[in-house]
């Protein structure tokens, strides 16, 4: 598969971003809106955002159970941000109605790092990822990860001050997911793995 179709749910949140960048990578582009669309894809991203809008469209458009079918029939799949949080299969601090996609064995904390204004960039290691130099990472009104399954593989922590250590990326089999957003930087190695997960 040399040019794939790659979906980004295109419900809310960063798809224009995800878009470019994923056709940066080489690959073909769908948003996707409707069980019709998930249908043609070879991958999915579910971008950044607000992940109780997210998943209250997911529902109210009937896309909460394909999106979940999709994943268990092996569908590779990427999370920035919200979409860390729509893969993961259990969330705190959510809203008593908010559901998941699920994917990702994984406990997922909303918000933790905090506000909009707690926003912050820090250099990250994550070698699987992009190899032996550190990438620029944005969190924004980022979650994080507080558990992982036996399954889950973790790609890279926050290094240095009060949040070291702290889960920033994950990987279970096809399913990948980052607390912070690479579609609105520059370097595109997050999305260059993506595109080959999906190739491979």
Known sequence: MTKPLIG?????????????ALEACGADVLEVRTRADLERVDG???PGGESTTMSKLAVAFGLIEPLRAALRSGLPA?????????LADRILDG???????????????????????????ADLHAPRIVG??????VFIRAPWVEAVGPAVEVLARVEGGPRTDTIVAVQQGNVMATSFHPEI???LRV?????NLVRG
Not at 132 to 137: E, F, G, Q
Not at 191 to 195: A, G, L, S, T
Request: net charge negative; proline share 2%; aromatic share 10%.
């Open 185 to 187: 930087t520059a370097d």
């Open 8 to 20: 980004v749910l295109a419900l809310q949140g960063d798809v224009r971003e995800h878009r470019h």
């Open 44 to 46: 999915l991203v579910f």
């Open 78 to 86: 990427y999370g920035s941000c919200a979409g860390l949080i729509m």
């Open 95 to 121: 809203r008593e109605d908010q559901q998941t996609v699920g994917g990702l064995d994984v406990v997922v904390r909303r918000n933790a790092f905090g506000r909009q204004v707690d926003s912050f960039e």
């Open 191 to 195: 999305h260059e793995y993506f595109v």
């Open 132 to 137: 032996v130099a550190p990438m620029r990472a």
